[in-house]
């Protein structure tokens, strides 16, 4: 066990007026397992960026410790995954490094194939192993579930529960709460570790923002309230002192020595109700600093006069006339919402783009999404046109589609995004404002309208694709991977507009906690 200590942490990036962190204190027990957690920019890879050493910052960082960052820069991807392993843990045994895949329920195969050849799943294994075998050294793993299948997961609880301390940034709650022990949070003025996992974390820090709401209006009430106590008391006193100098009815003057002193008491009861008033006030300026003012989002779904908008009878995607699941069968009618979920290549993905198809969706923005879906995805490399890309899904079964449904996608992919929050609007048919209303509801600054998109993070792309359905009216909203890099906050957020507006959807989501808030069917795909 050592300790991490931060004392007087301040750091803000060159030509940027505001800091990310302003004199950060605290200290961090090696031995613990912390996740860290905040908003889309709230800066938590920076901060592990910043105990690297790799920028430049005023206070002190102290350890006695190094720290590895996972994901691992592999410069060479063509090599086999051995290799990439003994590279990152050069002084390990090959017992060893069965013993870890073995914790991952992996077979030692992987070992000898080309790395850049591995899912992003086994990829993401491999690193983790190399990085643990490494040893001594205290790991900051930053966001290792994107794209990750529920089971894989799970396999990751299961191996992080064997391992010492770490710092991991995740936005799965569920992930979160099985493995970590202390919750490191990024707010709006401070730092804050406390122990427990991200739900007991959470219900602190809404017990913590009911008290400080209610303090808040119990001091705007007191305020008010002695405001006006101050100025009659005031007023009185004003009056009381102008008639020192006055005569009675019978020609005698007043009692010059009484009145002053009334006037003197009035004031300094005046002076008693300020020096309250400044007190409630510096009181209420501590309050509500970290509270998140996140505004609900809206969703204006359309309900089809039609049911079911969707029915799939003993259904199957085939690439290269081999089935890759079996046979399902499900509809969607008005007010479903319907989670696909299974393994990473069993088809999820492929069975929403079938949907889009059989919808005569094959144009503009939504090609070119599930064009980059495709590529990313390598299930068709080969292909060039964006017809042969919408042609080439196979299946068996039957689809059927309502007619004249209008839908909203959200693709897996970004890599689309270009120019600025305006152009993408206008480009999308969008109303600007509600568009831009919704991203600042998200988290995104205003600063961030004009810059260009592909300069933005991950979590803000994803920001961007969300805002854009939920400003379009819909039959149906088709969702694939729509939480990759978005942050819990905003998860909660997109929750609560779904179960408030009940929107129609069909979604491919690994995020448990939310398809378990939101689905009311589950369609499971199962390997053949």
């Known amino acids: 066990m050592s ?69 691992y820069e592999v410069k060479n991807k063509e090599r086999m995954s051995i290799e990439i392993v003994n590279e990152i843990a050069p002084n390990v045994e090959d017992w060893q490094i069965i013993k870890e895949l073995n914790l991952l329920n992996t077979d030692a195969e992987v070992l000898y194939r080309n790395f850049n050849l591995l899912s992003g799943g086994e990829q993401i294994k491999i690193l983790l192993i190399s990085l643990f075998l490494k040893g001594n050294n205290f790991l900051l793993i930053d966001e290792p579930t994107n794209h990750l299948d529920i089971e894989t997961r799970n396999n990751l609880v299961e191996y992080l529960n064997k391992k010492k301390g770490f710092i991991l940034v995740s936005h799965d709650r569920n992930f979160l709460d099985k493995v970590v022990d202390h919750i490191i949070s990024i707010n709006n003025t401070n730092i804050d570790i406390q122990r427990g996992n991200f739900s007991s974390w959470q219900e602190n820090k809404d017990r913590q923002d009911s008290f400080e709401l ?32 006055n005569t009675t009815n019978s020609g005698s003057s007043v009692d010059r020595g009484y009145i002053g002193h009334q006037s003197a008491k009035m004031m300094k009861r005046s002076k008693v109700l300020e020096k309250r008033i400044n007190k409630a006030i510096e009181e209420k300026s501590n309050l509500l600093n970290n509270v998140d003012r996140s505004d609900s989002l809206k969703i204006i779904p359309l309900e089809s006069r039609k049911n079911p908008l969707i029915l799939a009878e003993d259904l199957q995607i085939k690439y290269d006339n081999k089935s890759i699941f079996n046979p399902t069968s499900f509809e969607v009618n008005n007010g479903d919402r319907v989670a696909i979920v299974g393994k990473n290549g069993v088809g999820k993905s492929s069975i929403l783009k079938l949907i889009l198809k059989t919808c005569n969706m094959g144009k503009g923005q939504v090609l070119q999404q599930l ?36 839908i909203s996608y959200v693709s897996q992919s970004t890599e689309h995004l270009k120019g600025n929050l305006k152009e993408f609007a206008k480009l999308s048919g969008v ?29 803000q792309k994803k920001k961007i694709l969300i805002a854009k359905s939920i400003s379009e009216q819909a039959n149906l909203y088709i969702w694939d991977e729509p939480l990759n890099y978005i942050d819990i906050l905003t998860r909660i957020q997109i929750e609560e507009a779904i179960l408030k507006y009940k929107p129609t959807i069909i979604f491919v989501e690994h995020d448990e906690t939310f398809i378990k808030k939101i689905a009311t069917k589950v369609i499971k795909l199962e390997k053949v």
């Open 431 to 459: 109303e600007e404002s509600i568009f831009k209303a919704m991203l600042v509801k998200m988290g995104v600054s205003n600063s961030k309208f004009d810059k260009d998109i592909k300069q933005m993070s991950e979590g």
């Open 371 to 406: 064009m980059l879906d495709n590529n990313k995805e390598t299930l068709q490399p080969h292909l060039t046109t964006n017809s042969q890309i919408l042609t080439q899904i196979e299946y068996s079964g039957t689809l059927t589609v309502t007619n004249d449904l209008k």
């Open 214 to 245: 209610m303090q808040n209006e119990r001091l705007k009430k007191d305020i008010g309230r002695l405001e006006i106590a101050s100025r009659n008391t005031s007023n009185w006193s004003d009056k009381i002192e102008k008639t020192k100098y």
């Open 3 to 71: 300790i991490i200590s931060v004392k007087n942490l301040t750091f803000r990036y060159d030509g940027s007026i505001n800091n990310v962190f302003e004199n950060v204190s605290f200290n961090i027990d090696t031995d613990w397992k912390l996740g860290l957690i905040g908003r889309n920019g709230k800066g938590k890879t920076t901060f592990l960026k910043l105990l690297l050493g790799e920028y430049e910052y005023e206070g002190t960082i102290t350890k006695s410790v190094e720290f590895d960052y996972f994901p």
